[in-house]
């Protein structure tokens, strides 16, 4: 009878084990399937894959993408390391099985177990182990390591080697997303560096157990990953029918016209204009009219992306919210849309673009039991007035009518103009620098004009982006582009985009400086939310509170991606996926033609 009931115990305390994991419940792929839907099971393997990166790197000087210093080449964290546990581009927020046969999260949601797979292997054939594991989660959260890691895992307290191939992650609270963050940490081996500290493993080359390795390159300019014969999980299930390609090199340019150039000459495959007016101008001519290259647009169910002009709010200049809102109003995107965008571009309303997640009108009585709580740390406006939307300038609306609010605006934070420019009490003047890494001369332009009418003075700081990226990881700037790609359910990054304890951490996602209370408690809710509902409620409500802010001057997004590539060469799979990157999609699944 004892034994009995020691058996009911255990079975109590064991919520399930499983191949897969979904935040909030709902798998798709049953144990044992064959391969994911968006891919061909039976692809020819072989040929190789040139593109241009959709980053603005000009060049890299490092093979640990973990750490600060220095610029990693593109594609390597994506071919040669691998996770615990794999998303699937038609499902967002479940993942299954990889480096782990086998995920059981506890019945209070405090733990969760993985068993790896006993074929794992690393690229220098030693098996993936526990301790591996193990070592790869307390390297990340060190000092060492790019501070990202220690945010998005401070609700981790450790992880726990239970057996050789079997490793237990405890947690400080139930959150559901947990299990999805540590299952997607990459893993490496204990011996890449030979025991040397992490920050200064710099040139080694990684010891993962990804599809690829490091072949040819030129070092900083190209870099070529040659497919492993020898990979462990060409035959699994979640593997099978990606990463086609023999070899796939990654050529970086030193700004976008070059990079079109090169590509209209033949010189690489494949490349993604993030620009409307090159895409309608530039991505033209004989070889797009013969067939020999081809530009498509690809629509996705992808949340929307956020973009805009980051504002440094560290600077006291910019700490008066009224200065900020001033910032928004100078800004045209209407007219920019129409005169040199083609009307391509849809207006980033909030954080949240396209999603369920995004706040209108006034809040809900979904919101308001998130909000009222924390109703002595919130503005009044955010109970009694509309969520902020972007100024518009079409009629009746116009530039000349935001910018006399905008003069109010300064007027009341104590700005006014004499001896030919805006100044302060003290007789400062306000300016504006605003740092790029080329291609934006065209977009600030008019800016800076309208800027000029309300006496700032507007500053173009042109710069390589590593130059660019140290200022940044220091939060030494005023204005600065960023676009986000958008997510089917934001999670714990946004502890280091918003979060109080990231303002001040270098190298953190909190470029703005946010630093508020009420906004640290609405990220800790929306982390540890429960149901979808719970979630888009108290996402609604940090995206309604953010935009009384007027952290960023916002910008504009596109419901596709535009791509061009050479005819000819390649084929794809006949299901394209739900929510997908464009590089992603042709890297993992594309293949080349026979």
Same mark, same amino acid.
């Given at each position: &009878?004892?034994?009995?009931? !020691? ?67 593109? %594609? ?19 993942? /299954? ?7 059981? #999260? ?89 025991? +040397? ?16 390795? =490091? ?7 190209? *870099? ?13 299930? =979640?593997?099978?029918?990606? /990463? ?8 970086? /340019?030193?700004?976008? @016209? ?26 033209? %001519? ?24 980051? @504002? ?16 928004? !109003? ?5 007219? &920019?849309?129409?005169? &040199? ?27 308001? +039991? ?34 006399? +609010? ?32 080329? %291609?934006?001369?065209?977009? *600030? ?8 009418? !309300? ?56 470029? &703005? ?5 009420? @906004?640290?408690?609405? #990220? ?50 006949? =299901? ?19």
């Amino acid at each position: &009878m004892r034994i009995f009931l !020691l058996f009911l115990l255990l079975m109590t305390q064991r919520a399930w084990a499983a191949h897969a994991y979904s935040q909030f419940g709902d798998i798709k792929y049953p144990a044992g399937f064959a391969h994911f839907e968006w891919v061909n099971p039976n692809a020819p393997k072989g040929g190789e894959l040139e593109l241009a990166p959709p980053l603005r790197i000009t060049n890299f000087d490092r093979f640990n993408p973990f750490i600060l210093k220095g610029t990693s080449p593109p %594609g390597l964290s994506a071919l040669m390391f691998e996770s615990l546990l794999t998303g699937t581009l038609d499902e967002p927020n479940t993942v /299954y099985g990889l480096l782990a046969e086998d995920v059981e #999260v506890a019945a209070d949601r405090l733990s969760v177990t993985f068993r790896l797979n006993p074929a794992a292997r690393f690229n220098d054939g030693t098996p993936v182990m526990a301790a591996d594991v193990k070592h790869t989660f307390d390297t990340l959260l060190s000092k060492q390591a790019a501070p990202q890691y220690r945010v998005l895992l401070s609700d981790v307290k450790r992880a726990v080697v239970t057996g050789p191939r079997s490793v237990r992650f405890e947690f400080a609270r139930a959150n559901a997303e947990l299990p999805l963050l540590v299952g997607g940490l990459p893993v490496f081996s204990r011996a890449w560096g030979a025991g +040397k500290p992490f920050d200064q493993v710099v040139m080694d080359m990684p010891i993962a157990s990804g599809p690829y390795k =490091v072949g040819r390159m030129n070092f900083g300019r190209d *870099i070529t990953y040659d497919r492993r014969a020898d990979y462990w999980a060409w035959n699994l299930n =979640v593997r099978r029918g990606a /990463y086609n390609f023999d070899r796939i090199t990654y050529k970086i /340019y030193k700004d976008n @016209i070059a990079q079109t150039e090169a590509f209209k000459a033949g010189e690489f495959d494949y490349m993604r204009s993030f620009s409307a007016r090159e895409w309608a101008r530039v991505y033209v %001519g004989k070889k797009f009219d013969s067939g020999e290259l081809i530009k498509e647009e690809w629509q996705h169910k992808s949340a929307g992306d956020f973009q805009g002009f980051l @504002i440094n709010t560290r600077r006291e200049k910019f700490k008066d919210v009224r200065v900020r809102q001033a910032l928004g !109003l100078a800004w045209d995107f209407e007219w &920019m849309n129409r005169q &040199m965008a083609y009307s391509a571009y849809t207006r980033v309303r909030g954080y949240f673009n396209n999603s369920d997640f995004e706040a209108k009108g006034l809040p809900g009585p979904d919101e308001l +039991k998130v909000l009222l709580p924390l109703k002595k740390n919130l503005s009044e406006k955010v109970f009694t007035e509309e969520v902020p939307l972007a100024p518009n300038t079409d009629p009746p609306g116009s530039l000349r009518e935001n910018l006399r +609010k905008a003069r109010d605006l300064l007027a009341a934070a104590g700005w006014t103009y004499r001896d030919d420019a805006l100044r302060n009490a003290k007789g400062e003047a306000l300016t504006v620098e605003y740092l790029d890494s080329g %291609g934006g001369e065209r977009l *600030i332009a008019p800016y800076f004009q309208a800027l000029a009418r !309300l006496g700032i003075e507007g500053r173009y700081r042109r710069a390589d982006f590593a130059l660019i990226q140290k200022r940044l990881d220091v939060f030494d700037f005023d204005l600065f582009t960023v676009r986000i790609p958008g997510r089917e359910a934001p999670g714990a990054e946004l502890l280091d985009r918003f979060g109080s304890q990231s303002a001040d951490t270098e190298g953190s996602s909190n470029w &703005m400086g946010v630093r508020d209370p009420a @906004i640290d408690a609405l #990220v800790n809710l929306a982390v540890s939310s429960k149901t979808r509902p719970e979630l888009i409620a108290r996402l609604r409500a940090l995206d309604r509170v953010l935009r009384h802010g007027y952290y960023v001057v916002p910008q504009f997004f596109s419901n596709s991606s535009r791509v061009a590539y050479r005819s000819g060469k390649f084929e794809r799979p006949a =299901v394209r996926p739900l929510y997908f990157q464009a590089e992603d999609w042709v890297v993992s699944t594309w293949w080349r033609k026979p």
